[in-house]
């Protein structure tokens, strides 16, 4: 079963692969897609489509979200880690890290002359300068629909729960990213000086930026992606710091 496929030009997967692959009901992952679409968006918007199928009774439609690899990530971080949603989510970063190796293989080359490059230079900036303001637009929908969803959470979950999830962000030990103080702790094994060298180059490769945490020791530390982790040391995130996840 192929779980990758390019789609308008960027590598996604499908609601439907990660139900076959994980053996789940597609409607309850797509019910978990709902669910955490605010947190899947962090990432990028979320994708549906209707698509038709055959059944006993006839041709019928469901709805399909289309997840690029953040967000299918995370997605796999909300269900249960059972051994063969495990096994699913090492199969999803390695088709996904092969078909950025692909692609970059068969990027065209750059111009040699000299219009020509300086024309290339001038769509790139002018690329980045659309992907800059598309993310801080983004950024700022994000936030004024974070506040709305944390002023409800606040009111409804216990003292005790929001505690312990704000001392987890803080110490870099969450489900979704974590330190290398944090995991090195965890699993009783030093990365070594260049241990998050790996870690960086999945970010790079996907222009994700971490984000940094306090620690008492070291200062700001970078709090790694669960996606980086499981790529570049098979390490589950949900497995060492959250609680059973959710089933899908």
């Known amino acids: 079963m192929t779980i990758v496929i390019i ?6 997967t499908t609601t439907l692969a990660i139900a076959e692959g994980t053996l789940n009901d597609h409607a309850s992952v797509i019910k ?3 669910a955490y679409q605010a947190d899947l968006e962090d990432f990028g918007g979320v994708g549906f489509e209707i698509q038709p199928f055959a059944t006993a ?5 469901r709805e399909v979200a289309i997840l690029n690899e953040p ?3 995370l997605l796999l971080t909300f269900m249960r880690n059972t051994d063969i949603v495990r096994a699913f989510k090492k199969k999803l970063v390695r088709e996904f890290w092969e078909m950025v190796q692909q692609r970059s293989q068969s ?4 111009p040699t002359d000299y219009i020509g490059a300086l024309e290339h230079l001038l769509a790139s900036k002018r690329a980045e300068q ?8 983004a950024v700022a929908t994000k936030a004024e629909i974070g506040s709305r969803r944390e002023a409800t959470a606040m009111a409804t979950a216990s003292a005790a729960v929001r505690e312990a999830r704000q001392l987890k962000e803080q110490l870099g030990m969450g489900v979704t990213q974590a330190t290398v103080t944090a995991v090195e702790s965890a699993v009783k094994r030093k990365f070594g000086k260049q241990g998050w060298r790996p870690l960086g180059q999945w970010c790079n490769a996907r222009d ?6 306090n620690d008492p020791r070291w200062g700001w530390v970078v709090a790694w992606p669960a996606g980086a982790w499981l790529h570049a040391y098979q ?3 949900a497995d060492l710091f959250g609680a059973d996840g959710e089933q899908a």
């Open 7 to 12: 789609k308008d030009g960027d590598a996604v």
């Open 32 to 34: 978990l897609v709902r």
């Open 57 to 61: 009774g006839g041709e019928q439609t």
């Open 71 to 73: 967000q299918s990530t």
């Open 107 to 110: 990027a065209p080359a750059l």
């Open 130 to 137: 659309l992907a800059i303001e598309q993310r801080d637009h």
């Open 208 to 213: 994700i930026k971490p984000p940094k945490v």
């Open 235 to 237: 390490i589950d995130l």
